[in-house]
């Protein structure tokens, strides 16, 4: 009988029952040396060479069943000076795993940094995760090479680089150089890199331009306001091009100095082009900064365009949604929607589908259309389009539903699985290397390889797989790969509730919305016990050390200890307990609730300033992306857990309210000692 040991039994704490696995791997007769991969993984992060080498020896002489991180982690280790044979055997040692095709994208890269292109060419169509930018960038380089060439894709690689490397900088020189690019396809990722603050990334594009071009941009990024008094009188495409960078340096810090520098000389000598985009980023700072100007400076962005760019500007789509959400916020109806629709349309097809753009475009077609049959187009398109949106799993599906007459119905249950579905799940190497790497506390790792072990499964395949994560309680596998199905979609795996009977006393208890819970809880931690954020927010509602202690106290917890916060009882009596007082203390509402909940709650008490809003409009506002997503997921959540625990479809709206503003006059005062 296979017995399970001690070091296993322990990682019971993770929330992951490990001895389960076992009888599924008993045919191996294999379990992974915990204390080995731990070492190997340290002596990675140290990169000591040496000691990966005697640890990798003895993972293989084991026969570990990790033993293909440890492999990797030895060879990347020394990736550099390794050989084209040795990367070969590794491939040939652990074919259509994921290590194999991790170490296919690292030698990817590294050929293309040597420019070894016969080496590069021969993996390149072997990669299948394929979703490596760099790489891509040194694909367009091979091709142009051998005269098939894409500038379109060229385009769209240079423009996604948030930091472009040696592949995204080598193949925009050598797209320049064949003239495939020109001077305006360097300075539009100039001013991208500009616009998010990266002078980094702004120099190095810069410099394919030569001296001419980087010395003077590097005068601007330093010292934009000095660049402007002394070194851009003598106006030509270029100074334009540098001035108007200059300014948006200024306006990132200063959008009120930037928009006086406009409106005083710059807006008018810049020219429609670059003085537009200027405007725009005035305005896209002040929406950020949620403040009254940015219609103001919306509208001179739009006004300052000549007819040559009036529909298709040159500016980020970032930029644009920003500005669609300043129009959103302050703009009256019409023009509310006269300027949402112009910067909807005027993104790149793939942003334009993104469901937020489809939706309010939907809507600025509803509040633009005439009455009587002169608007009878525009109402239908929008009908179209929100009939196209409902049928999506998320917040504005469920708006577009609701908009539409009805609550969206939660989808039929899928077949039940057969044994023979289930038991594929549980014989996939990938997924067993997955779990098993899960458990001994290489969650990372783990991850990244049951991902990869999903490429290419079918809906029923996808079900199987979710459904051995449920019942090892892997839940945040669970949920991740139920959300990949397309066309059989079972919203129990989606929407798990775990510790129902806790979460419905505890919220019963204090009276909370125990959807609310399960929703916030799937967003914040997707179940995982043990979880820990970047800040230090610990366990499954991701309580900060700070707020536990506070909370603690204010409820009456005399015995609490800081360690206790990973306890999952413990952090379950927290985390509803703080979720409780800020939603009291915001009224109610449970968007701004979820603010709090995420930004702290000063935050969403200054959002709320200024006119009253439709909730969701308020929602979208949210000037953190991080927090804007989480507000819309967690209200999203909520409804379809309200709907499971109904039987019966619910609506987002009226979990919404309707209406978010300044608080009322004679509302309690703010709490102010609530962290």
């Not at 590294?110 to 960038?137: H, I, Q």
């Not at 449920?470 to 990949?484: A, F, G, K, L």
């Not at 969403?604 to 809003?613: A, C």
Request: with cysteine.
């Amino acid at each position: 009988m296979l017995r399970c040991p001690k070091s296993l039994r322990r990682l019971a704490l993770l929330g992951l029952a490990v001895c389960a696995l076992l009888p599924t791997l008993a045919a191996a007769q294999a379990r992974p040396n915990e204390d080995l991969l731990r070492q190997a993984r340290e002596a990675f992060g140290r990169k000591d060479k040496n000691r990966l080498a005697a640890l990798r020896a003895s993972a293989l002489e084991q026969r570990d069943p990790l033993a293909p991180w440890v492999d990797y982690w030895e060879l990347t280790a020394r990736l550099t000076d390794a050989r084209a044979e040795e990367v070969e055997a590794f491939y040939g040692r652990w074919p259509g795993s994921y290590v194999e095709d991790r170490l296919r994208n690292d030698w990817l890269l590294e050929t293309g940094k040597r420019r070894d292109w016969a080496a590069f060419a021969r993996d390149l169509p072997r990669f299948r995760m394929n979703d490596d930018r760099e790489v891509s960038c040194y694909a367009l380089v091979l091709q142009q090479q051998s005269g098939k060439v894409d500038v379109d894709a060229a385009r769209r690689a240079w423009l996604a680089q948030r930091d472009p490397g040696d592949g995204c900088l080598l193949m925009a020189q050598t797209f320049l150089d064949a003239r495939l690019f020109d001077a305006n396809d360097i300075w539009r990722q100039v001013r991208h890199a500009t616009e998010y603050g990266r002078v980094k990334s702004a120099r190095a594009a810069a410099a394919i331009l030569g001296d001419a071009a980087s010395r003077p941009l590097g005068e601007a990024l330093d010292n934009p306001a000095r660049y402007l008094a002394l070194k851009a009188s003598a106006l030509g495409h270029l100074r334009a091009e540098i001035s108007s960078i200059a300014l948006a340096r200024i306006a990132a810090n200063d959008p009120d100095r930037a928009a006086q520098l406009l409106a005083d000389r710059w807006g008018e000598v810049l020219g429609p082009e670059h003085g537009a985009w200027a405007w725009a980023m005035v305005a896209k700072q002040g929406a950020l900064a949620l403040r009254p100007e940015a219609l103001d400076w919306t509208r001179k962005a739009w006004q300052s365009l000549g007819k040559r760019h009036g529909d298709h500007p040159d500016w980020s789509p970032e930029t644009l949604a920003w500005l669609a959400r300043a129009s959103l916020r302050l703009a009256p109806a019409p023009e509310r929607w006269q300027l949402v629709l112009r910067s909807v349309d005027a993104m790149e097809p793939g942003f334009r589908e993104d469901a937020t753009w489809v939706y309010w475009r939907a809507r600025a077609l509803q509040g633009l259309a005439k009455a009587g049959t002169d608007g009878d187009a525009q109402r239908a398109e929008a009908q179209q389009l929100l009939a196209r949106l409902s049928t999506q799993l998320s917040f504005y599906g469920q708006l577009a539903a609701e908009d539409l007459g009805a609550p969206q119905p939660l989808p039929p249950r899928p077949a039940a699985l057969t044994a023979p579905e289930r038991e594929a799940a549980r014989a996939h190497a990938g997924l067993q290397r997955a779990l098993l790497a899960i458990a001994i506390g290489l969650r990372s790792e783990g991850v990244r390889e049951w991902n990869f072990s999903l490429l290419g499964m079918g809906d029923r395949e996808l079900l199987a797989a979710a459904q051995w994560a449920c019942e090892r309680e892997v839940w945040d596998r669970c949920i991740n790969t139920s959300d990949r199905s397309k066309a059989e979609i079972d919203m129990e795996q989606r929407f798990p509730m775990p510790m129902r009977a806790d979460v419905l006393a505890r919220t019963r208890e204090i009276g909370l919305d125990p959807a609310y819970v399960y929703g916030l809880i799937r967003q914040e931690s997707r179940f995982i016990m043990d979880a820990r954020s970047a800040v230090g927010a610990s366990g499954l509602m991701q309580v900060m050390p700070a707020t536990a202690k506070w909370t603690a106290k204010k409820i009456g917890m005399g015995d609490f200890r800081p360690e206790m916060i990973t306890e999952r009882d413990t952090n379950l009596r927290i985390g509803s307990a703080y979720l409780k007082l800020v939603l009291d203390d915001l009224g109610g509402s449970q968007a701004m609730a979820a603010a709090a909940y995420n930004a702290g709650p000063g935050r969403p008490r200054r959002w709320r300033e200024g006119p009253t809003l439709e909730p969701a409009i308020w929602a979208e506002n949210v000037p953190i992306h991080e927090t804007r997503d989480y507000v819309k997921k967690v209200l999203s959540n909520a409804t379809y857990y309200a709907g499971l625990l109904a039987g019966k479809p619910a609506a987002l709206k009226a979990r919404l309210g309707t209406s978010i503003g300044p608080r009322a006059a004679g509302a309690p005062a703010a709490d102010s000692e609530l962290p």
